[in-house]
């Protein structure tokens, strides 16, 4: 079986965001950079959902959030707080803007060239254990934005075995100050490489960032 052959059909991709997202779990992230491909098991989601005030396309279309409003199965990565980047997935029939965002990564294959990448990472599970974190090791940046992850041979996701319901730990929402209610963020528990922050409370601002920056609508 091709990596080709291992990947999701863009079928798996129409599904709605809150649904894909514990799918994810257990997927295989790969990038290529400079000829090298970087691999991480993906064990940390978000879902952003269609009328949910986090999500990047509540107030409609823009030229950021342009690729959301196209077919699932894209690459959506944006630029936040002015310091981090931060991929998501692209989910549901077009014209029903939803995505994924992937959190977190365990590091499977070209660990040394993601330390070269992130060389303030003082342990390699500091390497992709978090959004900011992984787009640093990954080399994702805008650039990288709007890719067909079912097409491409330098973005893409290949399946990996599926995580058990009773190992999928569920919470709210990490970093944002609107729609802090769904339990929409989904990850493998007791997994090192999940991110350390805690969730969002309802009527709290649990992240510096989030509080300066009031008006950004989500991750």
Known sequence: MTKKDKRFTRQFYLQRSPVLAPKLLGAYLHRVVDGEELVGKIVETEA????DEACHAFRGETPR???????????????T??????FNVTTNEPGMAEAVLIRALEPVQGIERMRELRPRAERDRDLTNGPGKLCQAFALTREE???????????????????????I????????????????RFFVKNNEYVSRTKPSEPGKFTS????????????
């Not at 952003?48 to 009328?51: K, M, S």
């Not at 959030?65 to 630029?79: D, H, K």
């Not at 934005?145 to 190992?167: C, K, R, W």
């Not at 510096?208 to 991750?219: E, I, L, N, T």
């Open 208 to 219: 510096k960032y989030a509080k300066k920056h009031r008006s950004v609508p989500g991750r």
């Open 169 to 184: 730990g569920v919470s709210r929402r990490i970093g944002i100050n609107v729609a802090q209610e769904y339990p929409w």
């Open 65 to 79: 959030n342009a690729v959301m409003f196209r077919e699932g199965g894209f690459s959506y990565i944006y630029f």
């Open 81 to 86: 707080y002015g310091m981090h980047y931060c």
């Open 48 to 51: 952003y959902a269609i009328g």
């Open 145 to 167: 934005n709007a890719i067909d992850l079912i097409e491409s041979d330098t973005l893409f996701i290949t399946q990996g075995e599926p995580v058990p319901s009773n190992l």
